[in-house]
């Protein structure tokens, strides 16, 4: 997770056109590949607010940071994760302007996975990526199978390298 980092995901985005022209299990395949590389940004309320330092902004230590969430019509919570400057920009225009973090997929999934102390999980159910755009919903639940998915190939991984 980086402060303020541009992010770029030309290749997502095609394969989300792609998905949307045309939803095969190739075009899926595709997403799904480009949605493991991909970097997001996601808007933040950090308290205290960052000031700049040497022309650039920084967060001071200890700083409280929170990722809002976007509602769906039926109240369900997302975290919104945009594929680039212009697509984050559409969202900002109808509210306020937030520093940004660029957040990778596996980010995501560890905020939206995680429990509480008391067991809870997070109200978020996903992530939404481009909600004023493409808005294309990611639920917890195929995050959770990806990240089962990167675990078991990384496992594999190891056991290969001990051979």
């Known amino acids: 997770m980086e402060?303020?980092?541009?992010?770029?995901?030309?290749?997502?985005m095609g394969s989300i056109e792609l998905m949307k022209a045309e939803d095969t299990p190739a075009h899926r395949n595709m997403f799904m590949g480009e949605l493991a590389k991909a970097e997001f940004l996601s808007p933040a309320i950090i308290e205290p607010a960052p000031q700049e330092a040497?022309?650039?902004?920084?967060?001071?230590?200890?700083?409280?940071?929170?990722?809002?969430?976007?509602?769906?019509?039926?109240?369900?919570k997302f975290f919104?994760?945009?594929?680039?400057?212009?697509?984050?920009?559409?969202?900002k225009e109808?509210?306020?302007?937030?520093?940004?973090?660029?957040?990778?997929?596996?980010?995501?999934?560890?905020?939206?996975?995680?429990?509480d102390p008391?067991?809870?999980?997070?109200?978020?159910?996903?992530?939404v990526i481009n909600p004023m755009g493409a808005n294309i919903l990611v639920p917890r639940e195929m995050l959770a199978g990806m990240m089962s998915a990167r675990a078991a190939q990384m496992q594999r991984m190891a056991e290969k390298q001990k051979k």
């Open 80 to 91: 919104m994760a945009f594929t680039d400057a212009a697509e984050y920009g559409k969202w």
């Open 94 to 115: 109808k509210n306020k302007e937030l520093p940004t973090f660029a957040m990778k997929i596996e980010e995501f999934a560890a905020m939206i996975l995680r429990r």
């Open 118 to 127: 008391k067991g809870g999980l997070c109200p978020a159910l996903g992530i």
């Open 3 to 12: 402060f303020n980092k541009p992010v770029s995901n030309p290749l997502l």
């Open 54 to 76: 040497d022309g650039k902004l920084a967060i001071a230590p200890g700083s409280k940071v929170q990722f809002p969430m976007i509602n769906s019509p039926d109240g369900a």
